[in-house]
Every structure is written in structure tokens, then in C-alpha cells.
């Protein structure tokens, strides 16, 4: 990954990490579920930009060398991987 | 598209088509509400393997020519059309 | 289902027919890939849009009424019922 | 919330935060980025888990009061605010 986009997944997985347990402790006080489910789903909305930086980050470099790269077989790979994230990410 | 794909996405699209046309039936008759919805999340689920065939289809394709083609901003568009849809249907 | 709510969700029902048949046509005149991904994507959402419909006219007539009623068996139904849809349909 | 609920919660978002970490010390190990996403998307999972067991504590408790409740329009309001969660929620 290179170094800024390293830097700005690092910086928002700390910023989850503190959401989450901002969430905790609104769990300790007893606050409204409803509330509780927002800042969770808060928290998933987070995750999908972490992952979209990290999958841009990866088109751009392992996906490009593949397939510019002379193997079939790698090519292949790095497509199939592409989708099985894709479906996966999907079905969330 | 090649020809395979193309036969088998119109195929699950005609499938899809009669599988909609169930529901209307279903909710004409009066048919509990619960299961109607799950037919409907089955419609979805299906058309979700539809998107995963043309998105294939496209990875091996346009997506391949475009990385080892020699222009640059032709590699940095096809690269930033697969994020756009990758984050619209990760948000679905 | 109420009369207006069965009357809405069938004609949004039909119109995702004809959205569908239109996908079809896009794939038979070999239309660029992405963009039938964004139409098939829109149906979805379409989908959801109904899915959203029954579900509050479900919510207002059976769920009401077992919730109020004095079978605490069926209470548990409704209940466990509701949860297994909301499971499903955030896991699409 | 009830205290089996609040204690299984706090349990699996104690162990969610752990899974944070373990994802930002992949990244600062330069693991491979479909790796750290696949582990991103099986925390966004996690998470659906932690919703859906105070979904269901919520509509056991105060969806079940409100409805069996006078107040119709206490009804009104618990009903639309599960059908906001459940749009926001499928729409993930």
C-alpha cells in the first residue's frame, strides 16, 4: 500500500476503533437501542470507506501488474479475486 | 459481451422478468406479506448474480485492454469506474 | 394488504417489469457493460423501495395486531419473523 | 436493554474493537490488501450480529409496549422509526 494511503486507512481504523467504543459505553448508560443501531450502522458506513481506499489502492497497483504482466494464469487470479470481493462486499 | 455471457444474462433477466410477474400474482391473491417479501429478496439476490456475470465479463474485457493499453488516463478511468460500482453495490 | 398500498406496490411491481425487459434490450444491442450494471443496480434499489412499502403496511396490520393480542406465542412469531427479514434483507 | 443482551453486546463489540486493532497492525505489516478487506468485511458482519441482538431486544421491549400501548400515535412513531432502520439498514 503506499505510504498516504496507508497513513489515511490507519488514521480511520483508530477513529473506528474509538466509535466503537463510544458505543460501548452508550450501551453502560443504557441509551435508546435505536440510537445504539444508528451509530453501529454509522460504524459499518466507516468500514466501507476503509475498504474502498484499500481497494482502489489495489487496483491501482497488485491488479495493474498482474494484468499487464505476460501470465494468463495471474491475470486470472487477480480477476477472480477482484469478484469473489466484490460478491462478498455485496451480500454485506 | 461475449456470446456466452450475453445468453445466459438474457436468460436470467427473462427468468427474473417471470419470477416479478409471480409476485404481482402473489400480492393480487392476497398472499402473506412476509413471504411476498422474501420473494422479492429473492428477485434481488438474483439480480445480483446477473451483475457479478457482466461484471466479469467486463473485468476480462474492457477492464484488460484498458490496463495494458499504453494511455494512462484510459487505465485511471476504467480503474475509476469499478470503485464507483463497487461502492454503489457494496451500498445497496 | 390495504387496497392503496396493494394498488402502489403493483404498479411500482410493473414498472420493475419494464425496467427489467429495457436491461434486456440494452444487453441484446451489446451496450456498454457498466452501464447495464448501473440499470440492474437501480432495480434493486426499486425493489427495496417495495420491500419498504409491505413492510410498513405489515407492521401496522399483522404485527400490530399479534402484539396486541393475548397470545404470547404468536407475539414471538411476529417478532422472531421481523428479525429474520431485517437479517436478510441487510445481508443482500 | 436486558442485562443478558447488554452483556453479550458489550462482549462481541470488546471483541470487534480487538478485530480493529488486529486489522490496522495487518496494514502496518503491509499484509496483502484483499487480506485486510476480507477481514474488514467480516467486522462489518460482526457488527450486523450486534444489531440484530438489540433489534431484537428493542422490539420485545419497547416496540412491544408502545403497541400494546393507548397511544396511538406512540404506535405510529415506534413503527415508522423500525422501518427507518430497516431502510437504512438494508441499504448498507
Given at each position: 500500500?503506499?505510504?498516504r494511503t ?9 477513529s473506528?476503533e474509538?466509535?466503537?467504543r463510544?458505543i460501548?459505553?452508550?450501551?453502560e ?6 440510537d445504539?443501531?444508528n ?21 491501482e ?6 494484468i499487464?504482466?505476460e501470465?494468463?494464469?495471474?491475470r ?5 479475486e477482484?469478484?469473489?470481493v466484490?460478491?462478498?462486499a455485496?451480500?454485506?
Open positions: 500500500m503506499d505510504e496507508k497513513k489515511e486507512v490507519l488514521n480511520r481504523l483508530r473506528i474509538g466509535h466503537v463510544g460501548e459505553r452508550m450501551i448508560k443504557d441509551e435508546y437501542c435505536v445504539v443501531i451509530q453501529t450502522i454509522a460504524v459499518q458506513r466507516a468500514l466501507d470507506k476503509v475498504n474502498s481506499l484499500m481497494l482502489r489502492n489495489h487496483l497497483t497488485c491488479v495493474t501488474t498482474a499487464r504482466g501470465e494468463s494464469h495471474e486470472e487470479r487477480v480477476i477472480g477482484l469478484l469473489e466484490f460478491e462478498t455485496s451480500s454485506l
